[in-house]
């Protein structure tokens, strides 16, 4: 006899929470940054003009690497990774003439979100996005996640720089301590945080106390805390709408030409970001949270946020589809059911979590009485006792009282059990048509259709007790 707890061990399974959403459709950071590489979505230089006023004064120029999603972000917040291949920081205050800084080498953290726009406000922003037309639904409206270009107020900007990487040109030790030296030789890369930066060795300071800046020497804090004021002022100003890349791009609203699968057309969409478990580009995601049932609203329980569990499941795919837990119970399971036992109706059927139960002593089909397969009788289960569970990604059917008539009115009394796993498959229809990655349940593995205590009431002469194959019987 097989072992139950063998299939629903937890390593064979996976836990994963929506957050209330309906549906998700993540990918991971890593598919995400090959897209916006291969389709040149970075801008490939920057530039912030002179101010005309003011005595605090910068300006940029340089040019860009390839832009990239960067591990760090959580729910709507998302970080992008921008390297300065090359490029230079000019800055002047009412201490320092004109000075120039090389910055090329620095790697920027932009903090920063999603915003949803129709075609037409993508187009105007250059993004080149088109009406999708779905072959499975007719009418709704194509939306477009693309990097959010519009501030709040002045204290709530579209982006923040909140982290830099620099190539320092060299340091040295003085009282244990590594100190910035701009003339040494040697070169290091090292990572400058506004609360974790090599200390600097100042060679001036004005009246105030305050360090000025001699020959590009100068203070660590005051230069990364310089070079993130004029980026953050660049990228609000200019930088994020260079960025010439669509996210995901969905549909909204459409109806489906087959009814039974509007189920699954979203009626509202949100974003989110998830840290994976692993902490690496392949299992963290970006993803599309979508309702999806008729009157269904987004609440405040419902968080921006997809279960970072979920990576570490899938740590090598591309891409991840996720249903919740009663979606997939009510819209895929509970139609299985209906043909499996072909004579019920939705009433016979009490959905509780992820359990559909028969409500009501039923017969739920014909089985074979003799080895030859010519004589049928009915198969009759207890209320309560046809039991079929989603557990995480395997299917679990416990029948722990079914009964039939057999052979001069003696009625055979058993219980079943069986076991089945998801999988997406791929193949040919009956009619040659080929499909690809269609949701499929098959016989989990390790396991077999058991059953586990067979009782006949009644006696036989040996060559009339035949049961099923499989079963092990008493009489």
Known sequence: MTDKTKTID????????????????????????????????SPKQFEMPWPSQGADKRTLQGNWGPWRLEIGGSGGTILMRCPVTTGKLWF???????????????????????TNLDVQAANDRGL????????????????????????????????????????????????GKDR???????GIVINLA???????????????????????????PMLIAMVTAAFT?????YGLAEFKHIFSAFVVGANCKDPKWQWLQPHTVSYAVSIGTLATPGSCYLGVLALTQPGKVQTASMSQQIDGRMGAVFPKADSVFAISHELFVKKWLLPGVFLAVPNSKSSDWTIKGSTISNNRDMMIGNIYANKDHTLTTELHVKKGSWNLTLKESLIELDVSSMEFEWLAKR???????????????????SEGTPYKNVLHAKQAQGTSPTVTSFEIRGTLSHDQAWVPDGAHGRS
């Open 128 to 175: 080149d996005a088109k009406d999708i037309v779905p072959t499975h639904a007719t009418g709704g409206t194509t939306g477009n996640f693309a990097l959010n270009t519009e501030s709040i107020s002045a204290s709530r900007p579209a982006c923040t720089v909140n982290w830099t990487s620099w190539y320092i040109t060299g340091t040295q030790k003085v009282d």
């Open 10 to 41: 937890a390593t064979q399974t996976f836990a994963n929470d929506l957050f209330g959403w309906d549906t998700i459709f993540a990918i991971s950071f890593t598919k995400a940054n090959e897209t916006i590489a291969n389709n040149a979505s």
């Open 194 to 220: 506004l609360d974790d930066y090599p200390k600097v060795e100042s060679t001036a300071t004005n009246s105030m106390g305050q360090t000025q800046w001699n020959n590009g020497k100068g203070s660590a």
């Open 411 to 429: 009625k055979v009394i058993g219980t079943y059990w069986d076991c089945f796993e998801l999988e997406l498959k791929s193949g040919t229809d």
């Open 233 to 237: 002022n660049y990228f609000n100003q």
């Open 92 to 114: 002047q205050n009412m201490w320092t003439p004109r000075t120039e800084v090389d910055i090329g080498g620095i790697e920027l953290n932009v903090e920063c979100s999603l």
């Open 180 to 186: 910035f030296r701009p003339d040494l030789e040697d």
